[in-house]
């Protein structure tokens, strides 16, 4: 046995495809990595203690391709067997496979991702834990972490009408079984965070929807789901996953500022934050750096889910993100925050419909890890080689002055302001330099 098929299995899924390494950017070789140097040292830490990139399960090994207008164009292996239990241990032979053929160092999942549901909850339970068990076995063997886990309570039609926010009681029950299952299976696993997205939490029509009730049980499930997995020894953070729509019309979890002040009415934002995804963010009419920069005020930045839409469509196409400016801005915001925490930057992407070749999966990851791995540089330097920070910190020195101080912190009152007015008259233009800094941005590209 080689070393990647005691991980694996014996059969090699990804035929002829090698451990991708760094060739450096005069490479001409597709299955290289041009930009990600996983041990080189940015910003006093390895560019692999900085990215902590995640493979996620459901695009790259149970999304076939298929959409509205026809079925899945991508054949994989791992679906040949006709028993749904050995099928998911194929697949779990090829993720593995895959994660450590790139070298990332965590991975993620849906419940139903890795295992089939069964015709009862124990059944499934069953299923989840047989998954679990091997899937424990590979990590421990080949190093790979669990970045999150989290239930899929959106595509069994039971929960047309949502799952935490279901009007029928029964329902919102069924879901706890699922999250319930699904936290074991991430304490199992030692998963570091532990993911809510609110898939059919929300609503398609306003006039038969009660939302202040609906959301009430949300806060209450969460808390529950929080007691829970804290009573079996979870340490890690749970993440809630911000989208606007889709499926709903209108989702809960609308964006982070919604979420945020969502988790402090329910007071949820001790053991919550926030996993940012960046296709969810464009989706909200925000950018990917402005949801990350809200969630960082705030203290609340937990993950990103790393991708990107099609500034030409309304929906979530999950692209595998290649625009270096977008992921720079976005890596200002990071290492700004000092970094991700125990969150990391997880490929929720997937390859276009029409990119049916083998190695098209490997090759999307590559161009994902190497942008970010060359935002991560670039944004670097421009923290440390430029005015950039220097030009923010002086716009606000006003705030340093005795008087801006004080107002600052709640010590001046109206009257004192309207004093200080008159005393000081007509204020002088200050620039914003927003050129400047595009600039300067595009300076370091
Ligand atoms: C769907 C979401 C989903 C979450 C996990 O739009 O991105 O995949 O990340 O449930
Ligand atoms: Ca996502
Ligand atoms: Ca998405």
Not at 61 to 88: H, I, M, R, V, Y
Not at 161 to 183: E, H, R, S, Y
Not at 428 to 440: A, D, R, V
Request: a negative charge; charged letters at 25%; hydrophobic letters at 35%.
């Amino acid at each position: 046995m080689t070393d990647q098929s005691i991980v694996t299995g014996e059969r090699e899924y990804f035929n002829g495809i090698p451990k991708i390494v760094f060739e450096g950017k005069e490479s001409a070789n597709p299955l290289a990595y041009k930009f990600y140097d996983e041990n080189k040292i940015v910003a006093g830490k390895t560019m692999k203690e900085h990215l902590r990139f995640s493979v996620c399960y459901w695009h790259t090994f149970c999304g076939t391709g298929a959409d509205p207008f026809g079925p899945g164009t991508l054949k994989f292996p791992w679906d040949e067997n006709s028993d749904p239990l050995q099928a998911a241990k194929d697949k779990l032979d090829a993720a593995f496979e895959l994660f450590t053929k790139l070298g990332v160092p965590y991975w993620c999942f849906h419940d139903r991702d890795i295992s089939p549901e069964g015709s009862s909850i124990q059944e499934s339970e069953e299923n989840l834990n047989y998954i679990v068990d091997l899937a424990k076995a590979k990590q421990e063997l080949s190093g790979v972490k669990l970045l999150w886990g989290t239930a899929n309570l959106f595509s069994n039609p039971r929960y047309m009408n949502g799952a935490m926010t279901n009007p029928d009681f029964k329902v919102i029950a069924f879901a706890g079984a699922q999250v319930k299952a699904a936290l074991d299976a991430t304490i199992a696993l030692g998963g570091e965070n532990y993911v809510f997205w609110g898939g059919r939490e929300g609503y398609s029509y306003l006039f038969n929807t009660d939302m202040k009730k609906e959301l009430h049980h949300m806060g209450t499930f969460l808390q529950k789901a929080r007691d829970y997995a804290r009573s079996k020894g979870f340490q890690g953070t749970f993440l809630i996953e911000p989208k606007p729509m889709e499926p709903c019309k209108h989702q809960y979890d609308f964006d982070a500022a919604t979420v945020i002040g969502f988790l402090r009415e329910y007071g949820l934002a001790e053991d919550f934050k926030l996993n940012i995804e960046a296709n969810h963010a464009t989706l909200a009419n925000h950018s990917f750096a402005h949801e990350l920069q809200i969630c960082s005020d705030a203290g609340l930045l937990g993950s990103v889910d790393a991708n990107r839409g099609d500034p030409q469509n309304g929906w979530d196409t999950d692209q595998f993100p290649t625009d270096l400016l977008d992921a720079t801005q976005a890596m200002l915001v990071v290492l700004d925050n000092g970094g991700l925490g125990s969150g990391g930057l997880n490929f929720d992407a997937k390859v276009r419909r029409n990119s049916s070749d083998v190695d098209d999966v490997f090759i999307g990851h590559i161009g994902g890890m190497d942008t970010f791995a060359r935002a991560l540089e670039v944004a670097d330097k421009i923290r440390t080689n430029s005015d950039f920070c220097l030009l923010k910190e002086k716009r606000y020195e006003s705030f340093k002055s005795d008087h801006g101080s004080n107002f600052e912190n709640g010590n001046l009152d109206l009257a004192a302001l309207a004093d200080l007015a008159k005393e000081n008259g007509e204020p002088n233009q200050i620039s914003g330099k927003q050129e400047l800094y595009e600039n300067i941005i595009n300076q370091f590209l």
